[in-house]
């Protein structure tokens, strides 16, 4: 089984590879069927919710020369181990300009594999 480190490079790489493709299908096989994301900023009052179903190809084709990476702040086991929570912070470089987030990742192990079951992401600015 992959280590929460090898699993977090995995999925940076498939939004990285999707940046390119446009194709959000490597992202979406990391997550859960369950899947809930929330993201927001400071100018907004309430997290904006998306599902598994979420448009990943819609998103991907409005991001030209981008680039995702991720350094891990902390990993907590917890339900016996079914479950890790990442902490850690994200940077997005868009055209040359970056966006950093606070994030906070919930991976639940599912038939043997790591799967993104909840995603927090608050931007920085």
Not at 67 to 83: A, C, L
Not at 92 to 110: D, H, S, Y
Request: net charge negative; aromatic share 14%.
């Amino acid at each position: 089984m992959n280590t929460m480190e090898e699993v977090i490079d995995k999925y940076f790489q498939a939004w990285n590879e999707g940046f390119i493709s446009k194709s959000g299908d490597g992202i979406r096989s990391l997550m859960s069927q369950d899947f809930v994301g929330y993201w927001a900023h400071s100018k907004i009052t309430q997290p904006e919710p998306y599902f598994y179903s979420y448009d990943l190809n819609g998103v991907l084709s409005q991001m030209d020369d981008a680039e995702k990476t991720f350094e891990i702040v902390s990993v907590i086991e917890r339900d016996n181990g079914s479950q890790r929570v990442v902490m850690g912070r994200e940077t997005n470089v868009i055209g040359g300009k970056p966006f950093t987030a606070q994030c906070m990742f919930i991976w639940r192990l599912e038939a043997n594999q790591w799967k993104l079951l909840r995603e927090y992401i608050e931007l920085e600015n």
